[in-house]
């Protein structure tokens, strides 16, 4: 089967696999794996931050950073499509008793315009404004990636109201590969990142949080309250060291096929609107005879999986487990399709 429904289907590679037999472990409660405590280090210094955990998963990330972040009854602003707000089983409501307002942006971004106008006024009729989270890339929005200077103004606008700032960066990676920009400036810009390493990095789990020592201090606490202490950790985190050390470079060639694909899928009448692919996602309209069903069913039968999104659109996400051969089937399929 060549899977496209998620980046989340890769399989560690023999090379990663062979780094989680060779890893130094110990206990990480203790803090005390050393294998745990190397990728924390690399990623602190890889995004210029004082400090990180690594978490079993994003949406554990973020959501320890919310927690942090806010006080009950605060509200969080972010995209109507932001994956905290949509994919995280209401976690901002049940883990932080927060609220979220959400804004309706561009594919999933949204502007420093929109957080002003978010922005609650200092009335006790109203929730605390206490946190503004940007995700990028955009998972709904097709994988798109944030303007540089418009984080740069949101973050600005944050300063000014004493707001925390936190971006999800799932696949922080691909917008890095995609635009060139700075880890290191992400660094500076935000109070909290969490980056995924289940991903397109290809690791079988984890992600990473970042932020200043007190900030993750904060968070560890919290991470064991959300029962994500783990002990011998060190066999997972050893895939993110691998992946640090081997396949940041390589999303440029998932990026290659996903254009590849939408080329191919551009072709035929019955594909309308594609959101822009930028990185390694393609979302698009299906209409005319076809539904987003019947060509997910139709590619099944080809062996090829993708997914449904929505009443009118496919997503399909190209990953490390997709080799050029692949891609170059899946072109063939879908040009013989009427």
Sequence with gaps: MIDYRSDTFTRPSPGMLQAMLQAETGDDVFGEDPSVNKLE?????????????????????????????????????????????????????????????????????????????????????????????????????????????????????????????????????????????DPKAYGQLFDSISVCLNKGMGCPMGSVLLGNKEFIRTARRIRKKFGGGLRQAGYMAATGIYAMENNIQRLEEDHTHAKQIALALLEKTFVGHMLPVETNILIFEIRGEWTPQLFTEYMKQQNIAVIPISSTQVRMVVHLDITPEMVETTCNVIAEMI
């Design 41 to 181: 280090a690399m990623m602190a210094d890889y995004f210029g931050k004082p400090a990180a955990l690594y978490c079993p998963s994003g949406t554990m990330s973020n959501q320890i950073a919310i927690k942090v972040h806010t006080l009950p009854g605060d509200e969080v602003v972010c995209s109507n499509l932001a994956h905290v707000y949509i994919y995280e089983g209401g976690g901002i409501a049940f883990n932080a008793g927060a609220q979220v307002h959400p804004i309706e942006g561009d594919r999933g971004m949204i502007t420093a315009g929109q957080v002003k106008a978010a922005i609650n006024p200092d009335d006790v009729h109203k929730a605390r404004t206490s946190l503004v989270c940007l995700e990028n890339t955009s998972n709904r929005g097709g994988g798109c990636c944030y303007d540089w200077d418009e984080m740069v103004t949101i973050g600005a606008l944050c300063q000014e109201h004493n707001l925390a700032f936190h971006l999800d960066g799932a696949r922080l990676f691909n917008a890095l590969v995609a635009t060139g920009q």
